[in-house]
């Protein structure tokens, strides 16, 4: 089983231009998820599906949209990257939007805006 | 605003000791807590699920504890071995939405 998958696992982008990060999971789970990891702060939640069809905005969303295209793939969108946004994204799933399961993380994009 | 804190400071122990991490949370009263191990360059994996009525969880050499008068949840890892050295982040639900909140990690060294 592959898990979760992410591409690309790097990306440098120069301020204004769009990149969609994608994600894909083959554990039939329900719940998808899109979180930030900066250096000192932490996961920061983005967006999330908590089943296919629907999507909520997570702590940080502003500068992002989402697509849940299917019940394995949840794409993160950025229209016109900005500096703020470098940083390491992560997606995961989980087999139910509860937080009483544990979640599945991808290996990450890391993203430089320049 | 709901917090979830960790020891920022990494903790640096003699291999075959007992490591414990600390996790506090703040004006949320989680119904659960999960921890998590993060390798450099990989992403956080899931170890450990514990509920508010359970006090103890244990998995291995594993072991959490939830202490909800304190506010707080702590991880054991018992004879901790080099391989153990890793950042581990703590993540519980803090309202009543489908959110889970991460701590922002402690680092686990440990010397052979």
């Known amino acids: 089983n592959a898990g979760v998958t992410q591409t690309p696992k790097f990306q440098v982008l120069k301020t204004g231009q769009s990149m969609t990060l994608q994600c894909a999971q083959d554990?039939?789970?329900?719940?998808m998820y899109w979180y930030r990891q900066d250096p000192g702060m932490g996961l920061r939640l983005i967006y999330y599906?908590?089943?296919?069809?629907?999507?909520d905005k997570g702590e940080v969303p502003n500068g992002y949209n989402v697509s849940r295209l299917n019940k394995r793939e949840f794409s993160l969108r950025l229209e016109s990257a900005a500096p703020s946004q470098t940083s390491v994204y992560f997606c995961?799933?989980?087999?139910?939007?509860?937080?009483?399961?544990?979640?599945?993380f991808g290996s990450g994009t890391r993203l430089t805006v320049v | 605003s709901q917090k979830i804190e960790q020891n920022s400071e990494a903790l640096n122990i003699q291999e075959g000791k007992t490591a414990t991490l600390t996790c506090n949370y703040t004006?949320?009263?989680?119904?659960?807590l999960q921890w998590y191990r993060q390798d450099p360059g990989r992403g956080p994996v899931f170890l450990l699920l514990i509920r508010e009525n359970e006090k103890e969880k244990r998995k291995e050499r594993l072991k959490v504890t939830f202490d909800t008068t304190l506010k707080q949840s702590l991880f054991h890892i018992t004879a901790s071995q080099p391989a153990d050295s890793a950042t581990y982040l703590c993540a519980a639900q803090m309202d009543s939405s489908y959110k889970l909140i991460f701590g922002s990690g402690t680092r686990l060294l440990v010397r052979p």
């Open positions: 004006n949320y009263s989680p119904a659960y």
């Open positions: 554990m039939n789970h329900n719940s």
């Open positions: 995961a799933s989980s087999q139910g939007h509860s937080w009483s399961y544990g979640y599945t």
């Open positions: 599906s908590a089943s296919e069809g629907t999507t």
